[in-house]
């Protein structure tokens, strides 16, 4: 991927923006992996994805299956520029050609997620507080969580979808009798995303086709705002109502300088945002513990990795007064410094509470 991204796609006069040229490979990279699944489960037929007798040729067979593949997931491609290959024709063969011979569905699911990951993190996200997962600690998070048949799993800041998948495949492993079929009706019913970030979306949706598809309901919208919901993310209803989740596990974005303002907060109705009668401006991080205790159900759980300074700073201790009514701490796994190594320096934890109320 990052060569197509360095050798390939950097090329393209159509496109020249980074966040742009990495949006119209994964939508490449989406349709490689449905054509991979259609190439399994009809061997066959010839597969869609790949090369023509030109490069005009090529670039018209892929848009014009890209545009159905458009139609199958609505709430992916939401607005009209990512319903479009914006790519030129020599672009698109030229990634065909490389791709074609590739068995994307065939990897591990754990190399694609944290190839997504890295590059998705790498490339775009540095500066926004949100930062890629190590693989060691999205595993022991999930285990941590102990999801259970009947949960219903929710990652509000999914990113490229750690969480979930490791969600799905713990599942599979807990039940190596179940059939993929049943994998993917569970997952389809069972496990939920939200990402501000359409880029991130697409990337969790590919990485859950590869794991079995629980895609349907990774969507992309805003979890904190939720006052731009019916205006912006009309899609997030009725799918994230307020005390539906049993489990949340989640990485949210965090730092001093990613937070909302006191309108913002008051707007959103975010109660952990409001001391002595009025709201304050606050970090996102600290937010989403807000969100989480109103999207869960009364005794449901929640794993979330947070800065350990949250905790032990005398500046939030208005924190502990807030949690002491809505949360039961159950857990406290340390995160070593060198996990986050070279994505963020500020030591972490990760947390697990029961919602008491």
Same mark, same amino acid.
């Given at each position: +991927?990052?060569?197509?991204?360095?050798?390939?796609?950097?090329?393209?006069?159509?496109? &020249?923006?980074?966040?742009?040229?990495?949006?119209?490979?994964?939508?490449?990279?989406?349709?490689?992996?449905?054509?991979? =699944?259609?190439?399994?489960?009809?061997?066959?037929?010839?597969?869609?994805?790949?090369?023509?007798?030109?490069?005009?040729?090529?670039?018209?067979?892929?848009?014009?299956?890209?545009?159905?593949?458009?139609?199958?997931?609505?709430?992916?491609?939401?607005?009209?520029?990512?319903?479009?290959?914006?790519?030129?024709?020599?672009?698109?063969?030229?990634?065909?050609?490389?791709?074609?011979?590739?068995?994307?569905?065939?990897?591990?699911?754990? &190399?694609?997620?944290?190839?997504?990951?890295?590059?998705?993190?790498?490339?775009? =996200?540095?500066?926004?507080?949100?930062?890629? &997962?190590?693989?060691?600690?999205?595993?022991?998070?999930?285990?941590?969580?102990?999801?259970?048949?009947?949960?219903?799993?929710?990652?509000?800041?999914?990113?490229?979808?750690?969480?979930?998948?490791?969600?799905?495949?713990?599942?599979?492993?807990?039940?190596?009798? +179940?059939?993929?079929?049943?994998?993917?009706?569970?997952?389809?019913?069972?496990?939920?995303?939200?990402?501000?970030?359409?880029?991130?979306?697409?990337?969790?949706?590919?990485?859950?086709?590869?794991?079995?598809?629980?895609?349907?309901?990774?969507?992309?919208?805003?979890?904190?705002?939720?006052?731009?919901?019916?205006?912006?993310?009309?899609?997030?209803?009725?799918?994230?109502?307020?005390?539906?989740?049993?489990?949340?596990?989640?990485?949210?974005?965090?730092?001093?300088?990613?937070?909302?303002?006191?309108?913002?907060?008051?707007?959103?109705?975010?109660?952990?945002? =409001?001391?002595?009668?009025?709201? =304050?401006?606050?970090?996102?991080?600290?937010?989403?513990?807000?969100?989480?205790?109103?999207?869960?159900?009364?005794?449901?759980?929640?794993?979330?990795?947070?800065?350990?300074?949250?905790?032990?700073?005398?500046?939030?201790?208005?924190?502990?007064?807030?949690?002491?009514?809505?949360?039961?701490?159950?857990?406290?796994?340390?995160?070593? +410094?060198?996990?986050?190594?070279?994505?963020?320096?500020?030591? &972490?934890?990760?947390?697990?509470?029961?919602?008491?109320?």
């Amino acid at each position: +991927m990052e060569y197509l991204l360095d050798r390939i796609v950097v090329s393209d006069s159509n496109v &020249t923006r980074r966040d742009e040229q990495l949006d119209q490979l994964c939508n490449l990279l989406l349709l490689k992996l449905e054509s991979d =699944k259609q190439a399994k489960s009809e061997p066959d037929s010839p597969m869609f994805f790949r090369p023509r007798a030109s490069a005009s040729m090529t670039a018209s067979a892929v848009r014009q299956r890209y545009n159905n593949f458009v139609a199958l997931y609505p709430e992916v491609f939401v607005t009209e520029q990512d319903r479009i290959l914006r790519f030129a024709d020599e672009t698109i063969a030229a990634c065909v050609d490389e791709l074609t011979h590739l068995r994307l569905i065939d990897l591990g699911v754990s &190399t694609i997620s944290l190839a997504f990951q890295v590059l998705r993190s790498e490339a775009l =996200k540095q500066g926004e507080g949100q930062y890629f &997962t190590p693989q060691a600690v999205i595993e022991a998070g999930v285990r941590l969580m102990q999801i259970k048949f009947d949960d219903i799993v929710l990652d509000p800041a999914c990113g490229t979808g750690g969480f979930l998948v490791q969600a799905m495949l713990d599942f599979q492993n807990s039940r190596p009798s +179940m059939s993929a079929l049943q994998l993917s009706q569970w997952a389809q019913t069972h496990l939920y995303g939200i990402d501000k970030d359409a880029i991130a979306v697409k990337l969790t949706k590919a990485v859950m086709q590869i794991a079995g598809d629980g895609s349907a309901h990774c969507v992309r919208g805003d979890s904190i705002r939720t006052y731009n919901w019916d205006t912006d993310f009309p899609h997030l209803r009725p799918n994230f109502n307020d005390g539906r989740f049993s489990v949340i596990v989640t990485n949210p974005p965090f730092g001093k300088n990613l937070r909302l303002t006191a309108n913002e907060c008051r707007l959103a109705g975010l109660e952990i945002a =409001k001391r002595d009668g009025s709201y =304050k401006g606050l970090e996102i991080g600290l937010l989403f513990l807000d969100r989480a205790h109103r999207l869960l159900k009364v005794g449901g759980r929640l794993g979330i990795v947070l800065p350990e300074t949250y905790f032990f700073s005398p500046t939030y201790s208005f924190l502990f007064d807030w949690l002491r009514s809505r949360f039961r701490p159950t857990v406290v796994a340390n995160i070593p +410094m060198e996990a986050f190594q070279g994505f963020c320096r500020a030591k &972490t934890n990760f947390y697990v509470f029961e919602k008491v109320g």
